[in-house]
């Protein structure tokens, strides 16, 4: 007779179906440098499109798109002020992330 595998106090937290689908669609937004670009600059506080432009090289038809992909993922949050529209990060989750996997490649590439 088989005997059920306990899970050890030291597993990771449950490794459903679930969990890893809502992984690889946080990764997946996260795959495009150009988000990473704008994760990185909205930690600093939110900012209009033509603040982003002025700090990313990019035209403002791509910024738009990479803004509404992370906004539609609950990455960020947006406010409209006149004409303007400001966005913030509301998902501090991603940062943490993003900022763990960016500094251990930082610190790989030194040591190479």
């Known amino acids: 007779m088989a005997t059920k595998r306990q899970p050890s106090s030291t597993a990771p937290v449950a490794e459903s179906d679930e969990v890893f689908e809502m ?34 090289d990019t035209t403002q038809p791509n910024m738009s798109q990479h803004l509404n992909t992370l906004y539609q993922a609950g990455v960020l949050g947006k406010r409209r002020e006149g004409v303007q529209i400001f966005y913030r990060i509301i998902n501090d989750r991603v940062v943490t992330l993003c900022r763990a996997v960016c500094t251990q490649i930082a610190i790989e590439a030194d040591l190479q």
């Not at 990764?27 to 499109?49: D, T």
């Open 23 to 56: 992984a690889a669609e946080i990764f997946r937004v996260m795959s495009a440098p150009m988000r990473l670009k704008i994760i990185s600059s909205l930690c600093n506080g939110e900012k209009n499109v033509s603040e982003l432009l002025a700090e990313i």
